[in-house]
């Protein structure tokens, strides 16, 4: 492949990155911005830029304390002014004898021993590192000679509650700093046209802060487990104001009850039930029932039935309520699994692959199927809406948002009803309906949109869909997204099925799969829609009208970087029969080392003619297409040529069925199970070992010896 010089960012590349930031929180948060905000901005502004690079230097990088050595970067002129001029603007401080508490968590490990001999300790060197910490926790953290030479060689950033506060701002979480800037000026972060006007993400600064408070305790209780009895005690007093703040609120209800429930079970019920995140109920209700007043849990239910909650929680309160106090002795899911209107019977090659597997079955019987679940839906829904969520009037916050601005709160079908209910009218005429989501996919393929990725076949999931649905069902669906996208942009059903013109969705099982409550409350959600939705149970067996592809492959090497492959061949198995042969010798386009020419017979002579990788890759493909791929070691064969292929920037993905693994579950205590002892021992003919298509002859044999014992167990 010819290479792609890699793009190069500017020597201030992070300073520009910064002024980008402070720019957006000056110009679109001002109206959240505290006193210190604006403070630290302006002083920032006035530093000079050696100050300034050094700065956003310390910020970028993880620890909290940073030593002044290290601080040495080739753009700054000097670094020990640019230090001093941070200081004197109180943006940067000198550790202190009262930070080495903090400080010594960071340090290397020869860098605690060094303090431990200094003050007269023999500590044995291969020691760990918890215990090296836990002895200078013990022996020098609670004296009060810690001197300079222990803090003094590090400084760090002062402020950094106003920092956190104006990153947070920006990305509307904790989680990032500036490398995301850097990310997307490499090529590396695909992220939105930013050419739509900015917003900010809360309307006032009490909404701000709220969320921010949250996030910030999140954060210091997954760093420190300790403080979670202070941390539950501010979020019992705190006011959560704004959706933004109640879903930082109920993520960390969700936490912290997690941490008391083994000790607490009481503390952990009171914390979940401040939150009506589906989650959290299921957790307090089966809590309660477990260790608490069972009928007051029962009169609790009964009364929360009556409120407004997700479809998901009612049908998991109704369902628990059922079971456990009316003797119910199933649950509503595995009720839906027993009414499965579909059985197929599938290869445990398919095992990782379930929903493939069905695919590849209706294939063979002549009917259309593809995947479809949460991506179709949600493709469906950006590409009808897209001007309402995503056109060039609809603010945004920043480029970096995953989800559309529109969708950030949950007011979207309230403020764009009509023009919802217009875009939906067009659905009772398939034809009509069509054009424009053709016409937005094509003209806005590629673009991030934070809702589905684009491929190639997904005008063709969506022809399928929008021509062969009932009246009225697609605008059924599409409006209960547009009202509650949280609680309805998942669990929608693997597969979309079109068999004699009749349209329906499909849920795959394999065996000791489940039903989640999300698949179950949009399982009925379309059918209430019009749509026939059907279950599918999978069992394995061996099926003998499936086409096995044996595959054998002499590489120059064994190791898949700096190496090739010398020849491939494909042995085609089904019903127990050798139905066809294939295989080429490859040029790899490298020399081959004499060892390997000893093991396999093939040199240089043998590959000069033959053709390259690239000019067999569209044969061996059809060789490959509708078959599961079969090897002696199967990781080493696929390996080769899944890397063979994507060198020619193409996907390659399969089935596979390992011929190694399945003769040891088939046949257990064999000494060996390489092909050399496995044909010896059940008398395969193998002549010319290391040459791939006798190789690949003889392991058909041995997936045939298996398929055999397998049918009449």
Known sequence: MPSISPAKLPEKYYLDHAQELFAYVRETCAHLLLPEHTQYLETFD???????????????????????????????????????????????????????QALHKQLTKPQLLKVLTTRGMTVNRSSSKADVIELVQTYVCPKSDVGPELYGEFVCCTQ?????????????????????????????????????????????????????????????????????????????????????????????????????????????????????????????????????????????????????????????????????????????????????????????????????????AYQRRGIQATFSENKLWRALFGLAFWDLLLGDKQLTHTEFDHLPAALQAADFYRRNQGEIE?????????????????????????????????????????????????????????????????????????????????????????????????????????????????????????????????????????????????????????????????????????PIPRHITQLTGIDDAMVRDAPRFADIADTLRGQLNDAIFVAHNVGFDYGFIKAAYEDLGQSFRKPKFCTVKNTRQTFPGLKSYSLGALTSHFDIDLVGAHRALNDARATAHLLRLIQTERLQT
């Open 160 to 360: 950094t509650s106003t920092i956190d506060y104006l990153l947070f701002l920006f990305y509307g979480s904790l989680k990032h700093r500036l490398q995301k800037f850097a990310m997307r000026d490499l090529g590396i972060l695909r992220t939105r046209n930013n050419s739509n006007p900015a917003s900010a993400r809360f309307a006032t600064r009490h909404d701000a802060v709220s969320t921010f408070r949250l996030q910030i305790w999140h954060r210091d209780f997954r760093q420190q487990p300790e403080l979670r009895n202070a941390i539950a005690d501010k979020v019992r007093e705190h006011d959560v104001i704004g959706s933004q703040a109640k879903t930082a609120h109920d993520r960390l209800v969700l936490a912290l009850g997690d941490a008391y429930v083994r000790e607490d079970p009481a503390q952990a019920i009171a914390l979940w039930r401040r939150s009506d995140d589906p989650q959290a109920i299921e957790k307090w209700v089966r809590e309660w029932y477990r260790s608490g007043d069972r009928d007051t849990l029962r009169s609790t239910l009964e009364q929360l039935a009556d409120t407004a909650l997700p479809a998901s929680t009612r049908v998991f309160i109704e369902d628990f309520v059922a079971r456990k106090y009316h003797g119910k002795r199933t649950s509503v899911y595995t009720d839906m699994l027993r009414e499965a209107t579909h059985q197929v019977d599938l290869d445990e090659a398919y095992i990782n692959d379930v929903e493939a597997g069905v695919i590849d």
């Open 422 to 590: 217009s875009i939906l009218t067009t659905y009772d005429q398939p034809a009509l309906a069509l054009q424009p989501l053709i016409q937005r996919a094509t003209k806005h393929y590629g673009q991030p949109t934070g809702l589905f990725r684009w491929r190639s076949d997904l005008i063709e999931k969506i022809a399928m869909c929008v021509k062969h649905s009932p009246p009225g069902a697609i605008a059924h669906v599409l409006r209960r997204m547009a009202q509650d996208y949280r609680n309805t942009h998942d669990g929608y059903p693997d597969l979309l099925v079109l068999e004699q013109d009749r349209l329906r969705f499909e849920e795959v099982k394999a065996p000791g799969d489940v039903l989640r409550p999300n698949q179950l409350v949009s399982i009925n959600r379309l059918r209430r829609a019009g749509f026939q939705v059907d279950l599918t149970q999978v069992t394995w067996a061996t099926d003998p009208n499936q086409t096995y592809a044996v595959v054998d492959i002499e590489t120059t090497g064994g190791r898949r970087g700096g190496n090739a492959i010398t020849e491939v061949a494909v042995v085609h198995v089904r019903g127990l029969e050798i139905i066809s042969e294939w295989s080429s010798l490859v040029n790899p386009g490298r």
């Open 46 to 100: 006035a530093l000079n830029q050696d100050a300034q690079c050094l700065l956003v230097r310390c910020l970028s990088r993880k620890p909290k304390y940073l030593k002044a050595s290290s601080l040495a970067y080739p753009e700054i002129r000097n670094t020990a002014q640019a230090i001093h001029a941070a200081q004197q603007a109180g943006l940067l401080r000198r550790a202190k004898a009262t930070d080495w």
